[in-house]
């Protein structure tokens, strides 16, 4: 869970506590929203994730 929050932390530059959020979110749902933003950033941050091990998907608005 730690692993999760740090990633988030270093890719969306949230405070912890909504890092935290998110992952407990993912946690107890399958699936926890992070942002909308434009595609280009989505795919950035999308990548980014991956590079920690994280499972991340776009989804249209």
Known sequence: MDH?????MKV????????QRIM???HRNGVALCVVESFE???LHRD???AFSLL??????
């Open 4 to 8: 999760v929050v740090n990633a988030l």
């Open 12 to 19: 969306f530059k949230f405070e912890r506590e909504e890092c």
């Open 24 to 26: 407990l979110e993912a």
């Open 41 to 43: 950033q989505a795919e």
């Open 48 to 50: 980014q994730l991956q």
């Open 56 to 61: 991340a998907s776009i989804e249209p608005e």
